[in-house]
């Protein structure tokens, strides 16, 4: 908490005086969620700088990566500050397993990542006889 009431002080007052909108957004799993696809794994960022997808190979800068979710939270349910972290996690991977769902086929790599990814653990019955054995 150090620190906090005088960001905030100094947030409201480039508000005022600039006209800027300030939107609080939820952090939770930013840096492990892909910008592109959807797909959540702590193992998408091994390194601090480096965000590397595991699902679509989607490969830039961590904190790019990390900015633009925060950019589309902002307008979004899961942005809420007022949301669990627990929610959120739950919220990301509803989300990637219906797109997943419209677009598997047959021979999809998703299979071993759905398996190990103890994100999707849930998940995993959904997709029973539609992943391959």
């Not at 409201?12 to 696809?37: H, L, M, R, W």
């Not at 960022?45 to 904190?63: I, S």
């Not at 190990?116 to 849930?122: A, I, Q, R």
Request: contains cysteine; hydrophobic residues 35%.
């Amino acid at each position: 908490r150090f620190g906090k009431r005088i960001i905030a002080e100094k947030l409201d007052s480039i508000k005022e005086e600039f006209g800027v909108k300030i939107t609080y957004v939820n952090p939770a799993y930013t840096s492990q969620t892909c910008f592109e696809c959807g797909y959540v794994d702590k193992n998408n960022r091994t390194m601090q700088a480096t965000f590397r997808c595991r699902h679509c190979g989607n490969k830039l800068h961590a904190d790019v990566n990390a900015s633009r979710n925060i950019l589309v939270r902002s307008s979004d349910r899961i942005g809420s500050i007022y949301v669990s972290k627990k929610l959120v996690l739950q919220l990301l991977v509803e989300r990637f397993t219906n797109k997943l769902e419209r677009r598997l086929r047959r021979n999809s790599t998703a299979k071993d990542l759905l398996l190990s990814n103890p994100y999707f653990k849930d998940y995993r019955e959904r997709f029973k006889g539609v992943l391959p054995a």
